[in-house]
């Protein structure tokens, strides 16, 4: 059973095995566009970073003075440096005071920027710069969770798997399924279950790897959605409000989007199927952290298999915090920049109850892993337009330190859990032999000082290096405009 997207890899993979150094040759060969190349650090067959601390992806210990072997993109060999020679053709990087992480594997980023503009909300597409800021800032593999162009998502991800466009690989997720409720033109309304089934269809036909039904859908949508996705082994995610948790799980849901922010399942006197908007933050202010009543929530939620995606992110508060969370100010275009900084000198000071959910939102997400819940990670790149891609992927390591978890931990979340969610753990995920040398060289030890993951120097994908800060730069100010 496996998924377009993972057949796509599996091939690449499978022919990676084969033996005969011209099959090697064939399924290694990336040939890029100058466009591409001029981002590239490093692109060699054989590859050796040497004295590296290592947080391997797995959550466990991480390990001094270690060496890695790359050849032809993949892992060869990795272990202490004192015990691993560089065969005589590597190029050898020297990564001494540096850390290296498992390439990020995001799971709420979108290639689109939401500006708010009362009474409406734009989701306008970024595809220029938003691909580029993913990879820049470690991600080397992103679900997009929810498009508003669907057909730029699917030709961006055909365009970096072809070396034309720098950027991650995209788990394409298909358009919003939503019935007519917030004012978001960009978003495709369905009137009944049956158009909510065709459109999924539809959009497998076209190339779309997973799905995202939104917050004004009833439970026969939702069972349609599940059904044809699943029997196409394909996965369906929901930021939900008309749906509770547990109706979600129950009917079959895959994973749920920002935490337990949505979570309507304490709103009293709800009626089924009716997003109870206004009515469902403050049933969660009321929640006590502890509340017997969520842990039951998250109980079932993990007996039934139902991954939640932490978007700490999006719901940063505004007082004590960056404007941009993760410095990412530079990247947005001035215009823009202005919009958002009256937002947040408006907000500054009055965000204390949104702030205290914050906190109690980060234990959540604590107290689900530690039930055995599968957590992963995004950043969302809506909201109030504070949230940049990739500054705020590595940001969101920070985030989850400041909720809890050891570094080591956040870094899993980043990654294993998330390959292992899409299926694709064989390949990607952790740093280990057989692996894609999908890596994040970082300056520094973030294990020491959280702070250093933001000294991304070089993003390793399929063993090619691409320049982080090359490529930040060439985006500053692009934010906004496309
Ligand atoms: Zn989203």
Redesign the pocket.
Known sequence: METNFQSRTKKYFLLFFLPGFLVLATAHAQQFTPTVKQFIAVNVDTLALIHAKVVDGTGGLSKTDQTIIIIKGRIVQLGNASRITAPPSAKIIDCSGKTIIPGMVMM?E?LFYGESLPPNYLGLAMPLSFPRLYLAGGATTIRT??TVEPQTDLNIRKWIDEGKMVGPDIDVTGPYIEREFLPIPEVHFIKSADEAEEDVSYWIKKGCTSF?VYMDITQDDLKKVVAVAHKNNLKVTG?LCSITYREAATIGIDNL??GFIPCSDFVTGRKEDVCAFGAVTPSLKKLDVNSAEMKDLMKFLIEKKVAITS?LP?FEPYTGREIIPGDGSAALAPQIKEVVEQGYNAAVGKDSSDAALFKKEMAWEKQFVEMGGRLMA?V?P?GAGRTIPGYADRHVLELLKEAGFTFSQAVKICSLNAAEYLGRDKDIGTIAIGKRADLVLIGGDPEKQIGDVRNTEIVFKNGVGFDSKKIFESVNGKVGLY
């Open positions: 709420h979108h969770t929810g995202k930021h989007e920002h978007t999006v995004g969302d809506t």
